[in-house]
């Protein structure tokens, strides 16, 4: 019965703002950490790094055209 009334708590409008989930959201990603990189001997090219990792469009909205 408990876990009955957990389920039902928690999948309902209160519950869900109970726990604070706020949804599925884009995360930021700011590539393979420095350290993992020295341990595998492995580097990004420095010429394809502003074409991946851009701060400034983070938050930004894809639009799509319209077909």
Same mark, same amino acid.
């Given at each position: 019965?408990?876990? =009955?009334? &957990? %389920?039902? *708590? *928690? %999948?309902? !409008?209160?519950? +869900?703002? /109970? ?5 599925? !959201? &884009?995360?930021?990603?700011?590539? #393979?950490?420095? /350290? #993992? $990189? @020295? @341990?595998?001997? #492995?580097?990004?090219?420095?010429? $394809? $790094?502003? =074409?991946? =990792? !851009? ?5 930004? +909205?894809? %639009?799509?055209?319209?077909?």
């Amino acid at each position: 019965m408990r876990n =009955l009334t &957990a %389920t039902g *708590f *928690f %999948t309902s !409008k209160a519950g +869900i703002a /109970d726990m604070g989930y706020q949804g599925n !959201k &884009a995360n930021v990603w700011d590539g #393979v950490p420095d /350290d #993992v $990189l @020295k @341990k595998y001997n #492995v580097a990004y090219e420095e010429r $394809l $790094l502003p =074409l991946y =990792l !851009k701060p400034e469009d983070r938050g930004t +909205i894809m %639009t799509w055209d319209e077909a």
